[in-house]
């Protein structure tokens, strides 16, 4: 007898450092995360490098290493239709205001972030804090 599937998304976190050694550790927790659904081997590589470039462009605008109490967070939220995973960061400055992004043509990056998953949405809030929200959805086998 299967469980009902539940309304509430179940939640994975992650916080590592803002170092470029620790990407392979954010990578490998979305493939733990990832395979716990109903996604093809190319669509979890394509969730890992996904996530990779955020990480990657967190460590870019923040500086390798950042200050000691720079970390990167990795929210994973798991629907049976789709997992969603925020990467935030926070500058500690004041950023512009709320606002969201879509890719830039010159950032590599944000372009492969783009093809590589259904949903890319980059918000920055007034505390200096960004986030990437990146939708994988389940597509029925055919």
Same mark, same amino acid.
């Given at each position: 007898?299967?469980?009902?599937?539940? +309304?509430?998304?179940?939640?994975?976190?992650?916080?590592?450092p803002c170092r470029a050694e620790y990407v392979g550790v954010a990578r490998l927790a979305i493939?733990?995360?990832?395979?716990?659904? #109903?996604?093809?081997?190319? +669509?979890? +590589?394509d969730l890992r490098l996904a996530v990779g470039e955020a990480c990657a462009g %967190?460590? #870019?605008?923040?500086?390798?290493?950042?200050?000691?109490?720079?970390?990167?967070?990795?929210?994973?939220?798991?629907?049976? %239709? *789709?997992?969603?995973?925020?990467?935030?960061?926070?500058?500690?400055?004041?950023?512009?205001?709320?606002?969201?992004?879509? %890719?830039?043509? *010159?950032?590599?990056?944000?372009?492969?972030?783009?093809?590589?998953?259904?949903?890319? #949405?980059?918000?920055?809030?007034? *505390?200096?804090?960004?986030?990437?929200?990146?939708?994988?959805?389940?597509?029925?086998?055919?």
């Amino acid at each position: 007898m299967s469980e009902p599937v539940s +309304e509430t998304p179940l939640v994975v976190t992650l916080s590592i450092p803002c170092r470029a050694e620790y990407v392979g550790v954010a990578r490998l927790a979305i493939l733990g995360v990832a395979s716990r659904l #109903d996604f093809s081997y190319d +669509e979890v +590589e394509d969730l890992r490098l996904a996530v990779g470039e955020a990480c990657a462009g %967190a460590i #870019d605008h923040l500086g390798d290493g950042g200050s000691d109490a720079t970390s990167i967070n990795l929210r994973c939220e798991i629907a049976p %239709a *789709e997992l969603t995973v925020v990467v935030g960061y926070s500058t500690g400055s004041s950023g512009e205001g709320s606002k969201v992004e879509k %890719a830039d043509p *010159e950032n590599i990056g944000a372009l492969l972030m783009e093809i590589l998953v259904d949903s890319v #949405d980059i918000s920055h809030d007034p *505390e200096g804090g960004t986030s990437i929200r990146l939708v994988k959805m389940v597509h029925p086998s055919s």
